[in-house]
């Protein structure tokens, strides 16, 4: 599959539409999951993969084999949902809150594993206190499966670095959890 994916890049940078529909069939529903666990709901999550396949397609040629096209495309939807995060640390909570309620209130769906409507609150309310970084590696690590050093590649960061944000990020959701960060 590797090799198809990358052959179908090739294509792509030599602007064959067909193989870009390919490639956005093949990985659209993992990118969409992945972006509304990050953002939170859904319609800001089909904008972030609207806009990462935009960009992918802009930036085919720049592509480089020695990637797994998954990872590639891991890398820049989430940047596209760090980019949103960023956007909405601007604006005053009210209004998200307010924005929240218009897109239907869909919260995380890694919440659900939780169980129960108030571990679900606690699970969520103690995500809010993992740094933006390590709740993404988390995330990716184990709701999407991304070993060590796919994390790496997509985040742009050692693997070392990869070990000690997973190690923070479940310490921290440890504690809130248990009840020492209230």
């Keep these: 599959m590797i090799t198809a994916d990358r052959a179908l890049m090739k294509r792509v940078a030599a602007g064959d539409e067909r193989a870009f529909a390919d490639l956005v069939n093949r990985y659209s529903a993992r990118l969409l999951t992945l972006a509304w666990r990050l953002l939170g709901n859904r319609a800001d999550a089909e904008d972030a993969v609207?806009?990462?396949?935009?960009?992918?397609?802009?930036?085919?040629?720049?592509y480089r084999p020695e990637w797994a096209v998954s990872t590639w495309l891991y890398r820049i939807t989430t940047n596209v949902c760090v980019d949103e995060l960023r956007r909405r640390a601007g604006r005053p909570i009210?209004?998200?809150?307010?924005?929240?309620?218009?897109?239907g209130g869909q919260g995380l769906r890694f919440e659900e594993a939780?169980?129960?409507?108030?571990?679900?609150?606690?699970?969520?309310?103690?995500?809010?206190?993992?740094?933006?970084e390590a709740g993404i590696l988390l995330a990716l690590r184990y709701v999407d499966g991304l070993s060590y050093h796919e994390l790496a590649r997509v985040r742009g960061i050692s693997i070392n670095t990869v070990k000690s944000q997973l190690a923070r990020g479940k310490s921290i959701l440890r504690a809130a959890l248990q009840g020492g960060e209230r």
């Design 50 to 62: 609207q806009r990462a396949l935009l960009r992918l397609f802009r930036s085919a040629r720049s």
């Design 114 to 132: 939780a169980g129960g409507a108030g571990r679900r609150l606690d699970l969520k309310r103690a995500l809010l206190r993992v740094p933006r």
């Design 94 to 103: 009210l209004q998200q809150a307010g924005e929240e309620r218009a897109a």
